[in-house]
Nanobody, 125 residues
């Protein structure tokens, strides 16, 4: 059974940093593109960043470009999201997700097959 488990969330000050991790099990991790999404209260889930199977291609939402970096370690079955220069608008529950389709990294939640439970990120101003 496939499982994704996020960690690393918490409270940060504006301008600070956090690093999220997502550990995968029960699936051939290297065969899946991975994405990070977030959902703030009262808002729809939105794409944050994505990375291709081998890690050679990444994609970011405009709101996080230059501040967030996605990476993966296929040997550890883990994907990361380094978040720098955090803003209060970054406050949300962050989810990782796995996409088994070939091709570029999707920004649509409906294209992803597996989801983690989420980890809360709160940025205080």
């Amino acid at each position: 059974q496939a499982q994704l488990v996020e960690s690393g969330g918490g409270l940060a000050q504006a301008g600070g940093s956090l690093r999220l991790s997502c550990a995968a099990s029960g699936l051939p991790f290297g065969d899946y593109g991975m994405g990070w999404f977030r959902q703030a209260p009262g808002k729809e889930r939105e794409f944050v960043a994505g990375i291709s199977r081998g890690g050679s291609y990444t994609n970011y939402a405009d709101s996080v470009k230059g501040r967030f970096t996605i990476s993966r370690d296929n040997a550890k079955n883990t994907v990361y999201l380094q978040m720098n220069s955090l803003k209060s608008d970054d406050t949300a529950v962050y989810y990782c997700a796995a996409d088994r389709r070939l091709g570029t990294v999707s920004t649509r939640p409906s294209d992803y097959d597996y989801w983690g439970q989420g980890t809360q990120v709160t940025v205080s101003s």
